[in-house]
């Protein structure tokens, strides 16, 4: 089990749980393993931080001997693109995604723009924890140093390479993706002020969109406040003031979408994934009639998507699960409620402003608003709480807890569902309940919590 990385990267409070000696170590062991004269491309958002890690990472990779490529403030579906075709051996993405500015992360991508597997990981904190011995690189060559990974001399020193251009050159892959006109078309983007601050206006310009942005301002401590993806109600004041014709928020990455109707509704990434999947199944490009989603898509969504034909395979919650089974399966749509849609057809990871593309592809090529593309999409009234415990998998284990959960499973029927899962980085449990009505959800999420709390796992935050 890995220590330090997540499903998103090794994440926490910038030099408190990530610190800039990690950051270093990180960058040791990337110049090393793929060796001298290698490349890896970085990109960052716009924290404060990131200017620190970005200085680690790079400080790291040329004292191990290999070149950082730095593509400076970008996304990371772009730092993912530009590892795949711009022939370097690694991509590291320097961000917390949606968290407040006072996190950070960093996360790594293979040559194909993918995440990291967790065998390299592993390779990746031994060296955090200086546990070298025996690490091998890319090659199968020792690391051959008692007291750590070797330094680099001489001309065998990494450089640091402006790689700006990178940037550009996503750029210009986004706009050829859009293949209709917007002319005339009104679009909204909040981009969270974060990484796509500069990029999402520049593709919606260049595609003819009449562009309205906000929160494109970011001063290093503002990212994701009040705005982007996790906090919706700036994109759909803007949309119904401009009456704009559709709204897109990314998060402080942006490989993100949330989606703003003409009236201002919100389309969630389970209403996108409704959307475009009906599009694709209409004119026979949806492969199997499948699409990947996570265990956490709404139970009405399930049954939307069952009634418009297509079903439905689930995994664990993380993008990276579903791009996966994706890959394995060759299925070309997928994604997260909260926006991480993945078309496997132009991108290995998640992409905000792709997604933004492809939803108006399938309004204008349909000619019809947001709306009505996700009119006959109906959700369940869902709870989902949050509760700390002492152990996550004992609790998880525990057969009374078992048993409450397939007690109210039972009562549920055919009309709900009960999931209880845990946190990835912090020890605490979700209970979530869908049911015809919320005061149902309340009732079968408090009994369960009830157990869980009579069992004596429940703890104080």
Known sequence: MLKYFGTDGFRGKANQDLSVEHAFKIGRFLGFYFGPGSKIVIGKDTRRSCYMYECALTAGITASGADAYLMHVTTTPSVSYIARVDDFNCGVMISASHNPYDD??????????????????????????????????????????????????????????????????????????????????????????????????????????????????????????????????????????????????????????????????????????????????????????????????????FKSMERSGIHCEQTDVGDRFVYERMREKGYLIGGEQSGHIIFSKYANTGDGILTSIKIMQAMLTQKMMLSALTGELFYYPQVLKNVRVRDKEETLNDSRVQAACKAAADALGKDGRVLLRKSGTEPVLRVMVEAPTLEICEQRADEIIGVIGRCGYLTEA
Not at 128 to 149: F, Y
Not at 159 to 180: E, P, Q, W
């Open 104 to 301: 950070n992360g960093i996360k790594l991508l293979n040559d194909q723009g993918e995440k990291m597997d967790d065998a390299f990981l592993e390779k990746v904190e031994r060296c955090i924890d200086e546990q070298v011995e025996g690490l091998t690189d890319a090659q199968g060559r020792s690391c051959g140093a008692e007291g750590g990974l070797p330094l680099a001399t001489g001309e065998h020193v990494g450089m640091a390479v402006d790689y700006a251009s990178g940037r550009n050159r996503y750029i210009g892959y986004l706009i050829s993706l859009a293949t209709n006109s917007y002319k005339g078309v009104k679009v909204g983007l909040d981009c969270a002020n974060g990484s796509a601050w500069m990029i999402g206006k520049s593709v919606f310009d260049a595609i003819g969109a009449d562009t309205y942005v906000i929160n494109n301002t970011p001063n290093g401590e503002n990212i994701n406040r009040d705005c982007g993806s996790t906090h919706i109600e700036a994109l759909q004041s803007l949309v119904k003031e401009k009456k704009l014709d559709v709204g897109f928020a990314y998060d402080g990455d942006a490989d993100r979408c949330i989606a703003v109707d003409e009236k201002g509704k919100v389309v969630d990434g389970d209403a996108i994934l409704y959307l475009y999947g009906r599009y694709m199944l209409s004119r026979g490009k949806l492969y199997k009639d499948t699409a990947v989603v996570t265990v956490m898509s709404n139970f009405g969504f």
